[in-house]
């Protein structure tokens, strides 16, 4: 059904949704992201689903966008960049109103866009070595269409000691940024993701997806205006000589020309 994740749903109607690039660390392609959309889509409208799980396969659970991809729409129209941001938009607002509780599991480092797949999590965990930050300043973008969602989750005090700096931080930092519960020993993970799990199967469903929908409501949900603002910030920077010059020094093996030399 799906070429770049894999789903399956226990006898509990615990559904696992698994990025499964792990030859590219899981990084985001445009087919990806499609693909989890319409699993979105599919486990939001499925009875027998009570909790998502989302996870990847291998070392990482996600490097971010796609670089390959990235380059693609160096090439392109502004209205095309737009529309391919807007499908990273659009991912991350099905699995905001994913209306089932969805847990975060961590396996492994979590960069850029794989900092905003967290952040839409309604819990996150993560092992104790991995890392995370967002990185797309050192490459001359900057990181907009998770936006929404990530200043939601850390709070704007919390999110700019990490939000333009593109630095690395730990599992702890993690949790003290709010991007993560908590973070436990690999051996843990499992154990630790089974007890978020194990309250919400004695939860009435629809009293669930009624009460997370309430908290988003309340809380400030991630604005259609705001969404907008993130797509159109993302498209206006692609046009810049800086992002020119830091996808081109990635794919060249070489220093961007703003970076310090030792």
């Known amino acids: 059904m799906y070429e770049t994740i894999t789903q399956q749903t226990d006898a509990r109607g615990v559904a696992t949704l698994t990025l499964n690039r792990p030859e590219?660390?899981?990084a985001m392609s445009a087919q990806m992201l499609e693909e989890l959309t319409k699993a979105a889509a599919q486990l939001g409208g499925d009875d027998a689903v009570r909790v998502v799980v989302l996870t990847g396969a291998g070392r990482s659970f996600c490097a971010g966008g796609d670089l390959g991809w990235m380059r693609e729409q160096m090439g392109m129209d502004a209205q095309t960049r737009a529309k391919e941001a807007g499908k990273l938009a659009t991912?991350?607002?099905a699995l905001n109103r994913l209306p089932k509780p969805l847990i975060g599991k961590l396996q492994g480092n979590a960069f850029?866009?794989?900092v905003g797949m967290a952040s839409v999590c309604d819990v996150a965990i993560g092992v104790d070595t991995l890392r995370m930050g967002l990185t797309e300043t050192r490459l001359g973008i900057i990181p907009a269409t998770i936006g929404p969602y990530v200043i939601a989750r850390m709070g704007e005090g919390r999110a700019r000691r990490v939000f333009m700096s593109g630095r690395l931080f730990g599992a702890s930092e993690?949790?003290?940024l709010g991007l993560l519960a908590r973070c436990v020993p690999e051996d843990d993970l499992d154990a630790a993701v089974d007890a978020e799990i194990d309250p919400y199967l004695s939860c009435a469903p629809?009293?669930?997806?009624a009460a997370k929908q309430l908290a988003q409501d309340l809380?400030?949900?991630a604005s259609k205006e705001a969404v907008a603002l993130s797509i159109a910030a993302l498209a206006e920077r692609w046009e810049t000589e800086e992002a020119s010059e830091g996808i081109s020094a990635f794919f060249e093996k070489r220093p961007a020309v703003w970076m310090q030399k030792d």
């Open 24 to 26: 590219k660390h899981n």
């Open 91 to 93: 991912m991350l607002g």
């Open 112 to 114: 850029g866009g794989g």
């Open 174 to 176: 993690a949790v003290d």
């Open 206 to 209: 629809g009293a669930v997806a």
């Open 219 to 221: 809380g400030g949900a």
